[in-house]
């Protein structure tokens, strides 16, 4: 079975820092990888994805992320993070092949901003 | 178009009340899924459809029921609410074939006392 782990609950970065958020994933098919964003008191909004060829995948509004096969890894990252990045961040891989069964998630991280 | 939809938006049910989940979208998907997110837990799927007239079971699908009678709608049905099944369930729905996202409803908060 697929499952995904995010590491750390919580991350607080400074406006223009780096954003770094982690994902490791374990799938016994070749997954297929995805960043989501919640916004307090939202549903979610679709990032980036990864599905195949190019491992390095640009998403909205700056971030992108690296598939790492040797790592089973998946690391979001922006450049500069702005106030607006304040949010909740979720990291799935479809449950099959092709994800008409669902994504699987793991439990997310907030990321938290100082100016 | 309104993209997905969920009504109602919060919701506050006595141990053993039953209620219905509403869900629908206007995007012609095939696909549609319930989720339901806990704190700490991120989401977890409760069930899905891949067409009218199928469903299939998640992994956590007890105490749910759902139907899919329509392309657009998806209710879920608890049919005696517990405690346990206090959470913030979202509804999504995609289109067929390989590797498209999914389009997340707002969410419904359900507070079971």
């Known amino acids: 079975a697929q499952s995904v782990t995010q590491l750390g609950s919580h991350v607080s970065v400074s406006e223009g820092a780096l954003v770094l958020l982690r994902c490791n994933y374990s799938s016994s098919v070749p997954p297929y990888l995805f960043w989501y964003v919640q916004y307090p008191n939202q549903g979610l909004q679709l990032l980036l994805k990864?599905?195949?060829?190019?491992?390095l995948v640009k998403g909205i509004n700056g971030f992108e992320a690296e598939f790492k096969k040797s790592e089973t890894s998946f690391h979001l990252t922006k450049p500069s993070a702005h106030m607006s990045d304040a949010a909740e961040y979720f990291c799935a891989v479809s449950r099959t092949g092709g994800g008409a069964d669902g994504l699987t998630f793991g439990k997310g991280t907030h990321l938290i901003l100082q100016p | 178009n309104a993209g997905v939809t969920q009504t109602p938006k919060f919701r506050v049910l006595k141990t053993g009340q039953s209620m219905t989940l509403l869900c629908a979208q206007d995007?012609?998907?095939?696909?549609m899924y319930w989720y339901r997110q806990d704190p700490g837990m991120g989401l977890r799927l409760i069930h899905y459809s891949v067409g009218e007239g199928t469903t299939a079971k998640g992994e956590v699908p007890d105490g749910y029921n759902v139907s899919r009678s329509t392309t657009e709608d998806f209710p879920l049905r608890l049919l005696s609410a517990a405690p346990s099944q206090t959470s913030v369930y979202f509804c999504?729905?995609?289109?067929?074939?390989?590797?498209?996202?999914?389009?997340f409803g707002p969410g419904t908060r359900l507070t079971v006392l």
């Open positions: 999504a729905s995609r289109p067929s074939g390989e590797l498209n996202e999914q389009f």
């Open positions: 995007m012609n998907h095939e696909y």
């Open positions: 990864y599905t195949t060829g190019a491992t």
